[in-house]
T-cell receptor, first 114, second 110 residues
Framework: EAAVTQSPRSKVAVTGGKVTLSCHQTNNHDYMYWYRQDTGHGLRLIHYSYVADSTEKGDIPDGYKASRPSQENFSLILELASLSQTAVYFC?????????????FGSGTRLTVL | GQQVQQSPASLVLQEGENAELQCNFSTSLNSMQWFYQRPGGSLVSLFYNPSGTKHSGRLTSTTVIKERRSSLHISSSQTTDSGTYLCALETGANTGKLTFGHGTILRVHP
Protein backbone atom coordinates (compact mmCIF):
# COMPACT_ATOMS: atom_id res chain seq x y z
CA GLU A 1 0.00 0.00 0.00
CA ALA A 2 1.36 3.40 -1.00
CA ALA A 3 2.30 5.63 1.92
CA VAL A 4 2.50 9.41 2.20
CA THR A 5 3.43 10.80 5.60
CA GLN A 6 3.04 14.43 6.57
CA SER A 7 4.50 16.23 9.55
CA PRO A 8 3.50 17.87 11.74
CA ARG A 9 -0.16 16.83 11.99
CA SER A 10 -1.03 20.26 13.28
CA LYS A 11 0.79 23.50 13.94
CA VAL A 12 0.09 26.90 15.37
CA ALA A 13 2.26 29.68 13.98
CA VAL A 14 2.50 33.41 14.54
CA THR A 15 1.98 35.96 11.81
CA GLY A 16 5.28 36.76 10.13
CA GLY A 17 6.95 33.58 11.29
CA LYS A 18 8.46 30.88 9.12
CA VAL A 19 6.66 27.56 8.74
CA THR A 20 7.89 24.38 7.10
CA LEU A 21 5.56 21.51 6.33
CA SER A 22 7.14 18.19 5.46
CA CYS A 23 6.01 15.31 3.30
CA HIS A 24 7.66 11.92 2.86
CA GLN A 25 6.59 9.16 0.49
CA THR A 26 7.81 5.59 0.29
CA ASN A 27 6.08 4.82 -3.02
CA ASN A 28 8.98 5.53 -5.33
CA HIS A 29 6.70 8.03 -7.07
CA ASP A 30 8.01 10.76 -9.34
CA TYR A 31 5.23 13.30 -8.83
CA MET A 32 4.43 15.06 -5.56
CA TYR A 33 1.90 17.79 -4.88
CA TRP A 34 0.93 20.28 -2.19
CA TYR A 35 -2.74 21.26 -1.91
CA ARG A 36 -4.55 23.44 0.59
CA GLN A 37 -8.12 23.01 1.72
CA ASP A 38 -10.17 25.75 3.31
CA THR A 39 -13.30 25.00 5.30
CA GLY A 40 -16.16 24.22 2.97
CA HIS A 41 -13.98 24.28 -0.10
CA GLY A 42 -12.25 21.83 -2.31
CA LEU A 43 -8.51 21.51 -2.67
CA ARG A 44 -6.33 24.00 -4.51
CA LEU A 45 -2.90 23.20 -5.90
CA ILE A 46 0.00 25.24 -4.51
CA HIS A 47 3.14 23.61 -5.93
CA TYR A 48 4.10 20.32 -7.45
CA SER A 49 7.24 18.52 -8.53
CA TYR A 50 8.02 15.73 -10.97
CA VAL A 51 11.70 15.29 -10.22
CA ALA A 52 14.10 15.92 -7.36
CA ASP A 53 15.62 19.40 -7.15
CA SER A 54 12.85 20.88 -9.28
CA THR A 55 9.47 22.37 -8.39
CA GLU A 56 6.63 23.87 -10.41
CA LYS A 57 4.03 26.48 -9.51
CA GLY A 58 0.46 25.36 -9.12
CA ASP A 59 -2.66 27.50 -9.18
CA ILE A 60 -2.05 29.48 -5.97
CA PRO A 61 1.74 29.67 -5.39
CA ASP A 62 1.94 33.20 -3.96
CA GLY A 63 3.29 33.25 -0.41
CA TYR A 64 4.63 29.69 -0.65
CA LYS A 65 7.88 28.07 -1.62
CA ALA A 66 8.49 24.39 -2.22
CA SER A 67 11.56 22.21 -1.99
CA ARG A 68 12.17 18.70 -3.35
CA PRO A 69 15.62 17.66 -2.09
CA SER A 70 15.06 13.99 -2.93
CA GLN A 71 12.49 11.81 -4.64
CA GLU A 72 11.00 10.89 -1.27
CA ASN A 73 10.75 14.33 0.34
CA PHE A 74 8.77 17.42 -0.58
CA SER A 75 8.47 20.44 1.71
CA LEU A 76 6.22 23.45 1.69
CA ILE A 77 7.68 26.64 3.13
CA LEU A 78 5.86 29.72 4.32
CA GLU A 79 8.57 32.35 4.77
CA LEU A 80 6.24 34.94 6.30
CA ALA A 81 3.09 33.24 7.52
CA SER A 82 -0.11 35.23 7.26
CA LEU A 83 -3.60 34.82 8.71
CA SER A 84 -4.96 33.92 5.26
CA GLN A 85 -2.73 30.85 5.17
CA THR A 86 -4.69 29.17 7.94
CA ALA A 87 -5.92 25.98 6.28
CA VAL A 88 -5.43 22.23 6.07
CA TYR A 89 -2.54 21.26 3.81
CA PHE A 90 -2.40 17.96 1.95
CA CYS A 91 0.54 16.36 0.26
CA UNK A 92 0.00 13.77 -2.45
CA UNK A 93 2.06 11.60 -4.74
CA UNK A 94 1.59 9.73 -7.99
CA UNK A 95 3.85 7.63 -10.17
CA UNK A 96 3.57 9.11 -13.63
CA UNK A 97 1.68 12.36 -13.09
CA UNK A 98 -1.36 11.37 -15.10
CA UNK A 99 -4.80 11.45 -13.62
CA UNK A 100 -5.38 7.96 -14.94
CA UNK A 101 -3.52 6.65 -11.97
CA UNK A 102 -4.33 6.82 -8.31
CA UNK A 103 -3.27 9.88 -6.38
CA UNK A 104 -2.19 9.00 -2.82
CA PHE A 105 -2.79 11.62 -0.17
CA GLY A 106 -1.23 12.16 3.23
CA SER A 107 -3.37 12.70 6.31
CA GLY A 108 -3.03 16.46 6.18
CA THR A 109 -1.47 19.19 8.33
CA ARG A 110 -3.81 21.61 10.07
CA LEU A 111 -2.08 25.00 10.17
CA THR A 112 -3.41 27.85 12.28
CA VAL A 113 -1.74 31.24 11.92
CA LEU A 114 -2.46 33.67 14.75
CA GLY B 1 -15.68 31.67 -12.65
CA GLN B 2 -15.23 28.36 -10.97
CA GLN B 3 -14.45 25.54 -13.36
CA VAL B 4 -16.01 22.79 -11.29
CA GLN B 5 -19.42 23.06 -9.65
CA GLN B 6 -20.77 20.39 -7.33
CA SER B 7 -24.33 19.92 -6.17
CA PRO B 8 -25.90 19.62 -3.77
CA ALA B 9 -23.60 21.30 -1.25
CA SER B 10 -24.92 18.99 1.44
CA LEU B 11 -27.28 16.04 1.66
CA VAL B 12 -28.90 14.18 4.52
CA LEU B 13 -30.17 10.64 4.05
CA GLN B 14 -31.71 7.88 6.07
CA GLU B 15 -29.77 4.65 5.88
CA GLY B 16 -30.85 2.63 2.86
CA GLU B 17 -31.73 5.61 0.68
CA ASN B 18 -29.95 6.35 -2.57
CA ALA B 19 -27.95 9.48 -3.38
CA GLU B 20 -27.08 11.22 -6.62
CA LEU B 21 -24.20 13.70 -6.53
CA GLN B 22 -23.52 15.99 -9.46
CA CYS B 23 -20.41 17.60 -10.85
CA ASN B 24 -20.55 20.13 -13.69
CA PHE B 25 -17.50 21.61 -15.35
CA SER B 26 -17.10 24.64 -17.54
CA THR B 27 -13.83 23.77 -19.22
CA SER B 28 -12.73 21.05 -21.59
CA LEU B 29 -12.00 17.81 -19.89
CA ASN B 30 -8.89 15.71 -19.84
CA SER B 31 -10.21 13.45 -17.15
CA MET B 32 -12.51 13.33 -14.16
CA GLN B 33 -11.94 11.77 -10.75
CA TRP B 34 -14.10 11.29 -7.68
CA PHE B 35 -12.66 11.30 -4.17
CA TYR B 36 -14.05 10.53 -0.73
CA GLN B 37 -12.91 12.41 2.37
CA ARG B 38 -13.77 11.15 5.83
CA PRO B 39 -14.57 13.90 8.33
CA GLY B 40 -11.25 15.43 9.36
CA GLY B 41 -9.39 12.92 7.24
CA SER B 42 -7.48 12.38 4.09
CA LEU B 43 -8.77 11.75 0.58
CA VAL B 44 -9.26 8.39 -1.05
CA SER B 45 -9.70 7.97 -4.78
CA LEU B 46 -13.03 6.41 -5.72
CA PHE B 47 -13.09 6.60 -9.51
CA TYR B 48 -11.04 7.72 -12.42
CA ASN B 49 -13.74 8.18 -15.03
CA PRO B 50 -13.03 10.35 -18.09
CA SER B 51 -16.15 9.12 -19.87
CA GLY B 52 -18.89 6.53 -19.66
CA THR B 53 -20.04 4.57 -16.64
CA LYS B 54 -18.03 2.73 -14.01
CA HIS B 55 -19.16 0.63 -11.07
CA SER B 56 -17.58 -0.20 -7.75
CA GLY B 57 -19.76 -1.98 -5.24
CA ARG B 58 -22.64 0.34 -4.35
CA LEU B 59 -21.06 3.25 -6.22
CA THR B 60 -21.61 4.18 -9.86
CA SER B 61 -19.92 7.03 -11.70
CA THR B 62 -21.18 8.37 -15.03
CA THR B 63 -19.37 11.03 -17.04
CA VAL B 64 -20.96 12.61 -20.13
CA ILE B 65 -18.32 14.76 -21.80
CA LYS B 66 -20.64 16.48 -24.29
CA GLU B 67 -22.87 17.65 -21.45
CA ARG B 68 -19.87 18.56 -19.28
CA ARG B 69 -21.09 16.66 -16.27
CA SER B 70 -20.26 13.72 -14.08
CA SER B 71 -22.39 12.05 -11.44
CA LEU B 72 -21.79 9.74 -8.52
CA HIS B 73 -24.63 7.45 -7.49
CA ILE B 74 -24.61 5.79 -4.08
CA SER B 75 -27.15 3.03 -3.66
CA SER B 76 -28.46 1.69 -0.35
CA SER B 77 -26.53 4.25 1.67
CA GLN B 78 -24.88 3.29 4.96
CA THR B 79 -23.82 5.43 7.90
CA THR B 80 -20.20 4.74 6.96
CA ASP B 81 -20.79 6.58 3.67
CA SER B 82 -20.94 9.85 5.60
CA GLY B 83 -18.25 12.32 4.63
CA THR B 84 -17.39 14.66 1.80
CA TYR B 85 -17.38 13.67 -1.84
CA LEU B 86 -15.19 15.70 -4.18
CA CYS B 87 -14.93 15.63 -7.92
CA ALA B 88 -11.81 16.86 -9.67
CA LEU B 89 -10.84 17.37 -13.26
CA GLU B 90 -7.42 17.34 -14.76
CA THR B 91 -6.54 20.72 -16.16
CA GLY B 92 -3.00 20.11 -17.35
CA ALA B 93 -2.33 17.26 -19.73
CA ASN B 94 -0.15 14.59 -18.15
CA THR B 95 0.76 16.57 -15.08
CA GLY B 96 -1.77 15.15 -12.68
CA LYS B 97 -2.80 18.71 -11.79
CA LEU B 98 -6.36 18.59 -10.56
CA THR B 99 -9.01 21.27 -10.11
CA PHE B 100 -11.42 20.30 -7.35
CA GLY B 101 -15.03 21.16 -6.75
CA HIS B 102 -16.11 22.36 -3.31
CA GLY B 103 -17.54 18.98 -2.45
CA THR B 104 -20.84 17.52 -1.30
CA ILE B 105 -21.15 16.80 2.42
CA LEU B 106 -23.16 13.63 2.92
CA ARG B 107 -24.67 12.62 6.23
CA VAL B 108 -26.38 9.26 6.53
CA HIS B 109 -28.48 8.72 9.65
CA PRO B 110 -29.27 5.26 11.04
Amino acid sequence: EAAVTQSPRSKVAVTGGKVTLSCHQTNNHDYMYWYRQDTGHGLRLIHYSYVADSTEKGDIPDGYKASRPSQENFSLILELASLSQTAVYFCASSHWGTSAETLYFGSGTRLTVL
Amino acid sequence: GQQVQQSPASLVLQEGENAELQCNFSTSLNSMQWFYQRPGGSLVSLFYNPSGTKHSGRLTSTTVIKERRSSLHISSSQTTDSGTYLCALETGANTGKLTFGHGTILRVHP
